[in-house]
């Protein structure tokens, strides 16, 4: 099972809305609605922004949301901060026959 | 408050057998899966496998032949091997908490265990 696609970079100003990308297929994204996001700022473990495709876990602000169509699921930062700096991965379950996690290949966030 | 540290060796040389242990603090591992995943120095997050406070696992495809997953719920602990480490093991290695089910999300992270692999 191949990794799930996102861009390698996204970059924007403060106060700008940027959206990223995770591509995957039937196997994973497209039949599940159990897509994660997950930031990890450097030298620091990831911690989760969104599960269950769009839920928001207590303590995410709202300017994060998540969406899904298909087998691409989407996370939007609206009204970029200077704090959202970082690497955010996607991360789809993909059945408990197989392998049961599949991780994004992260995308470099940039707040100019 | 929970919370998860990883333990490991640090360096290993080829062929040795990496093991590496979660320890959980703060709470239990009932009720929760237990996932161990690793970050390599190119930064991609690969998922190894996991195991339920009832001890059943799953392995991911790639690396099942040599991994080996453990858990001591009397300790609050869970453990890895990985046999015939090479350089290609080289990574940060994190346990995180599996809210399995209709979750399948990692709402705890470790800060994550360096591991080298080099002769």
């Known amino acids: 099972q191949s990794a799930l696609t996102q861009p390698a970079a996204v970059s924007g100003s403060p106060g700008q809305s940027i959206t990223i990308s995770c591509a995957g297929s039937?196997?994973?994204?497209?039949?599940?609605?159990?897509v994660s996001w997950y930031q990890q700022r450097p030298g620091k473990a990831p911690t989760v922004i969104i599960s269950?495709?769009?839920q928001r876990p207590s303590g995410t602000p709202t300017r994060f949301s998540g969406s899904k169509s298909g087998n691409t699921a989407s996370l939007t930062i609206s009204g970029l901060q200077a704090e959202d700096e970082g690497d955010y991965y996607c991360?789809?379950?993909?059945?408990?026959?197989?392998?049961?996690?599949?991780f994004g290949t992260g995308t470099r966030v940039t707040v100019l | 408050q929970v919370q998860l540290q990883e333990s490991g060796p640090g360096l290993l040389t080829p062929s040795e057998t990496l093991s590496l242990t979660c320890s959980v603090s703060?709470?239990?591992?009932?009720?929760?899966?237990w996932s161990w995943i690793r970050q390599s120095a190119g930064g991609g997050l690969e998922w190894i496998g996991r195991?339920?406070?009832?001890?059943?696992?799953n392995n991911s495809p790639v690396l099942w032949r040599r991994i080996t997953m453990s858990r001591d719920t009397s300790k609050n602990q869970v453990f890895l091997k990985m046999t015939s480490v090479t350089a290609a093991d080289t990574a940060v290695y994190f346990c995180?908490?599996?809210?399995?089910?209709?979750?399948?999300?990692?709402?705890?992270w470790g800060q994550g265990s360096l591991v080298t692999v080099a002769s």
């Open positions: 039937i196997s994973d994204v497209g039949t599940f609605n159990l």
């Open positions: 995180a908490r599996d809210i399995y089910g209709s979750g399948s999300y990692f709402d705890l």
């Open positions: 195991i339920f406070s009832n001890g059943k696992i």
């Open positions: 703060g709470g239990s591992l009932s009720g929760y899966a």
């Open positions: 269950q495709v769009s």
């Open positions: 991360c789809s379950y993909a059945g408990q026959q197989t392998l049961a996690y599949v």
